[in-house]
């Protein structure tokens, strides 16, 4: 595909049509366009700004890129609603709306990002909570929601891959504050969670990434148009970012504060802005049709414990490391269990160090229930593998087929527990 | 000082002079030798081995750099009973060991390792409890220690500063397995801690660092001698590591594979090295008189509960990171809280990332209660930081002093909570 045309008529103040938008992001997601050219075009809209027809077929191709979740045909019939906010400090909204408009009957399919820049991230929050997992597959994350009604993941693999490759390039090419860029990025992301409605939460004031109102407003009303022209009702909230929400900054303890809030003892700006959120999905999602009905069921799921409730239920589903069960491979005697296998395996998983200064995984690593001398049945479980995700599995699944060794009897007696004691006067021999 | 004669003679299978390792050690540790020296020196004490005298020597002169846990004079009588582990797989028996012995009523000063190689560390077992602090002082240990009976803590800069700069150029020139160097190391570490007794754990086999027995018995005597000479009663076992030890193998699953065996829920392997260890410990602090008795106190405090309940202790007594609450520098109103000064903190303190392959530690953070508006007396706490450390502390405060701004009057007025509402139909004020 021949760029530079394309490139230059951006440049200029000219519009590129859809088909030429559709092409630009599937080369270059496919890797067949080179990052400095659209390095170049990204600049060049950054300037120039895009025309509506342009930025929808760009969310459009962005959105095609990859998979999204799809509740069609399933028979899933419960009305479904995110909510996005800019980001800002002491934001832990999202971590009290899902599981609050979820206990209201909505379905919250959310899919949130990390902290950057000066704000926090809610996967940084929810994995604040320990063995919780924002990985998920989309099916795993569809069956979720429809079991549950709500998942609060991480932007998956899946979704929107030429966002990914887009935003990376953007944001060291210093073309990240741009609207069109900014709204194609986020919602290409949010229409490919299969909602029914979306509700914006603009930032506006000192800790905004758009710290002036009315760049916030042009932000929503882009987002918006983009919104209802792909068939997702879309309504967006300026709300207060001049300080910081609620009294609690850092991840576990906002996490904390999210859950106090939860059982109504949060403070009044979180809960009032996650009403004010709340109210508009509940509407949105025909649940139901006001402002004052809305906000009593949201006030009222709240004191009866059901929010809170559900964010336990989302806790257990979501908490915990995978674990596979290893099984011995033959029928035998566990000849050895060679230690320093399994340490490095360890080491691996990410649950030990190379150099002192690496941060570690805690949660990782193996329980051996096999030890030398013991006869074993082919297919028996004889270890489990305690890893971060799939791969880590497989790594574990190796070390443990390379540290168990299983044969027709024992070729080395294992050493005794306890085989000597040193004291000054000499060695005694135990054998214990 | 003039060195190069020293290696000469070390070099040639001379002996070194208790003055001259000495000062050797007191000049490398104040900066006043360089690397390349020493690096030579330990090479040549690698391969020439030390004296006896010369041992004694290095190890003096390696105490001394740096300071002591002292419990002289304080009318302090429990005795003081420490354990070391020469390391492996799965070894979590001082988590189950230090509790157990201080319920039974030793004292424990105990001071652990990270873990490297291919073998565990205590105090990444310890760091898998939330908010446990592995970094007290000095005096904060032995406060805990004369208050709980025990203490489970790192290396403090405070203790032989000379070790940590001998152990870190060993590392990088391949002179780390020399049971001369490794035993000064150790004990020169150990017998900072005050004790009346030790016991060593030296592991045997294939997952061991000296996987040869002949190896780890010399390693043993040369530290019970260095021991015993200096007033400190050491006996070692020879304990098996050919194969894991218990069945858990990782940070999380090892620490809770220790409070499982607290409530005597534990492998057996596990209990019976612990109270093999645990019997020399009570022996030697004159608790009972011989192995009998000492196993079935050691058993009955497990069944008790009384050493699972000890192990509560210690956490909560260690558990927490450091908090200071903020108080207001003067009476006034608060006229900002400035959320982009307080969301750079969070990631000065650990909390956030500034690439997105930063890990980030979740606890830290801000509590703020002040509102831009409200009314604030002198003194008044407003605000609390969470922190790893002192360090962090000063940096939260510092923070907070740019970020809350008190004058006399509010000169802004706070930006309303939710601003505007904004739809497809087009812009709503609301100023809530």
Request: include cysteine; charge should be neutral.
């Amino acid at each position: 595909m021949i760029v530079v045309p394309l490139i230059e008529r951006k440049r200029d103040g000219g519009v590129l049509t859809p088909e030429e938008w559709s092409a630009l992001v599937a080369e270059y997601t496919a890797g067949r366009i080179p990052d400095y050219q659209i390095a170049a075009l990204l600049m060049a809209v950054f300037m120039r700004g895009l025309e509506r027809q342009e930025l929808a077929a760009l969310t459009d191709a962005m959105l095609a890129s990859g998979d999204r979740l799809s509740f069609d045909g399933g028979g899933f019939k419960v009305p479904r609603i995110d909510k996005h906010s800019t980001g800002g400090v002491g934001d832990k909204v999202s971590l009290v709306l899902g599981p609050l408009v979820a206990a209201c009957g909505i379905a919250v399919p959310m899919m949130s990002g990390r902290g950057l820049g000066h704000t926090g991230g809610t996967l940084d929050k929810l994995e604040a909570i320990p063995g919780f997992r924002t990985s998920l597959s989309l099916a795993e994350a569809k069956a979720q929601v429809q079991r549950l009604g709500c998942v609060l993941i991480g932007q998956t693999a899946e979704i929107a891959p030429a966002d990914r490759k887009l935003y990376a390039l953007r944001d060291v090419t210093a073309t990240v504050e741009s609207i069109p860029l900014i709204s194609a990025s986020i919602m290409s992301k949010k229409l490919a969670e299969g909602l029914n409605g979306l509700v914006l939460d603009v930032k506006n004031g000192s800790g905004a990434f758009l710290p002036e109102v009315d760049r916030g407003l042009e932000l929503a009303k882009t987002m918006i148009a983009l919104g209802e022209d792909r068939g997702c009702p879309t309504v967006a909230l300026i709300t207060a970012m001049d300080r910081p929400l609620g009294r609690a900054c850092g991840n576990v303890l906002e996490t904390e504060e999210a859950i106090l809030a939860l059982r109504g003892e949060g403070p009044p700006d979180l809960l009032e802005v996650t009403y004010a959120l709340g109210v508009e999905m509940l509407i949105q999602g025909g649940i139901e049709k006001n402002t004052k009905k809305a906000r009593k069921k949201l006030e009222t799921s709240i004191e009866s414990g059901l929010a809170a409730e559900k964010f336990e239920q989302i806790i257990e589903a979501q908490g915990g490391n995978p674990v596979e069960v290893y099984a011995a491979p033959r029928t035998g005697v566990v000849q050895r269990v060679e230690p320093r296998t399994i340490g490095r395996a360890i080491i691996a998983l990410g649950g030990g160090r190379r150099t002192v200064e690496d941060t570690i995984d805690p949660t990782v690593g193996f329980v051996i229930t096999a030890k030398p001398g013991d006869k074993v049945l082919e297919g028996e479980p004889i270890a489990s593998v305690f890893a971060k995700d799939p791969d880590g599995i497989r790594t574990g699944f190796e070390a443990l087929a390379q540290a168990i060794v299983i044969g027709d009897k024992l070729t080395h007696k294992p050493l005794p527990l306890v085989s000597h004691r040193v004291t000054r006067a000499g060695v005694e021999k135990l054998g214990v």
